[in-house]
């Protein structure tokens, strides 16, 4: 019988594969072009090129006119619309409580 660790019970490897392409993007100042991206995370152009199209579609990701990739400002946009009351930003706040969120949400924390 073949036994999983919990690292690999629940893979996803397209959510994984796009989770590597933005923080990727995210460490870059100037972008990076679609055959970067694919040398950066030792894979394929081709693999690369749907996810970067999805990406793009959905918005976390932009073209340049270079024909370059970046990263948008959408995670960061959506984190800032999703609790005004418990911004990142505020001084003093260093990051949300774990406790308030599986709360509000019906899930428990295993955090607290």
Request: with cysteine; proline share 6%.
């Amino acid at each position: 019988m073949i036994t999983l660790d919990d690292d690999d019970r629940y893979r996803a490897p397209a959510l994984d594969k796009g989770l590597d392409i933005i923080e990727l993007l995210a460490e870059t100042d100037d972008g990076l072009s679609q055959a970067e991206i694919a040398k950066a995370l030792g894979r394929s152009p081709n693999e690369i090129y749907r996810m970067l199209e999805r990406l793009v579609r959905r918005n976390y990701v932009r073209r340049t006119v270079e024909d370059r990739y970046e990263i948008t400002l959408k995670l960061f946009e959506a984190r800032a619309r999703s609790t005004p009351d418990e911004s990142p930003c505020k001084p003093g706040k260093t990051s949300p409580s774990p406790v308030r969120h599986g709360g509000r949400t019906g899930l428990s924390s295993r955090h607290s």
